[in-house]
């Protein structure tokens, strides 16, 4: 059983190496910013709170954030292995999500912690291009002037609300006041392994997967 937990600022790559561990380690993904995005499509309350914390580039507040992991704890993750992807970003959450483990005698197996400078994670941000069917991330600069669709299905490429410059600059802020100190909680436990995200990302998947192949060897 793998739990894993990938940390990292935003733009780090953890959707990017998520969609490749899911389809090698046959785990389930959870980012609760893919979550808090369909919330919002749907026009859900919970979506509809969350929105102007999301485009302004700052954390939803967390008894939100922490009800939606919950029932996903409680339903889809139940008893299988699985990816938490910006999740958690607070030491409340971190908490929470630690009860949970201990009442059900789980633990977490590894936490990944995507190191990306920061020059990069702006360009990365500001050039991203997500296919609104199937999920696929690119980055604008591949195309020049080829029209902006998804290589695996043909649809068009949208810019998400918060890779805006100021939205971006705003998020990585808050990651260094409000999240990165998280990386002590979980260092203090054992369980905070640093990974180079530099590279490309089959590059930075062969580091991920190299600890894991190691990780699983002694399970
Ligand atoms: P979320 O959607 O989680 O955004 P984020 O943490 O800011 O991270 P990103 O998704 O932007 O980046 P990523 O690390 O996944 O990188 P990616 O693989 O896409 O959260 C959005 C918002 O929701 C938050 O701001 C907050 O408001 C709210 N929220 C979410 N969770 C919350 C929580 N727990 N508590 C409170 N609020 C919460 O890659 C980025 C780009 O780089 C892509 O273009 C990709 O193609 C490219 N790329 C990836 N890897 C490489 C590589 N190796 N080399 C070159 N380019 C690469
Ligand atoms: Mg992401």
């Given at each position: 059983m793998l739990r894993l937990i990938l940390f990292g600022a935003p733009g780090s790559g953890k959707g990017t190496q998520s969609a490749l561990l899911v389809q090698r380690y046959n785990l389930i993904h959870l980012s609760t910013g893919d979550l808090l995005r369909l919330a919002i499509q749907a026009n859900t309350e919970q979506g509809l709170f969350a929105k102007s914390f999301m485009d302004a580039g700052r954390l939803v507040p967390d008894h939100v954030v922490n009800q939606i992991v919950l029932e996903q704890l409680k339903t889809t993750l139940h008893g299988k292995s699985f990816i938490l992807d910006?999740?958690?970003?607070t030491l409340a959450q971190a908490e929470m999500l630690d009860a949970f483990l201990l009442a059900e005698n789980q633990s977490l197996s590894k936490v990944f912690d995507l190191k990306v400078p920061e020059s990069s994670l702006v360009d990365r941000l500001t050039g991203r291009l997500t296919c609104?069917?199937?999920?696929t991330l690119y980055h604008a600069s591949r195309f020049g002037s080829q029209p902006l669709v998804c290589a695996k299905d043909g649809q068009p490429l949208l810019k998400r609300p918060d890779d805006s410059m100021e939205a971006v600059t705003n998020r990585l802020s808050v990651f260094n006041q409000q999240t990165a100190p998280l990386k002590e909680y979980y260092a203090q436990k054992g369980l905070l392994t640093p990974v180079s995200g530099e590279g490309t990302p089959d590059e930075v998947f062969k580091r991920i997967s190299d600890v894991l192949d190691g990780l699983l060897k002694t399970q």
């Open positions: 910006g999740f958690p970003r609104q069917v199937c999920g």
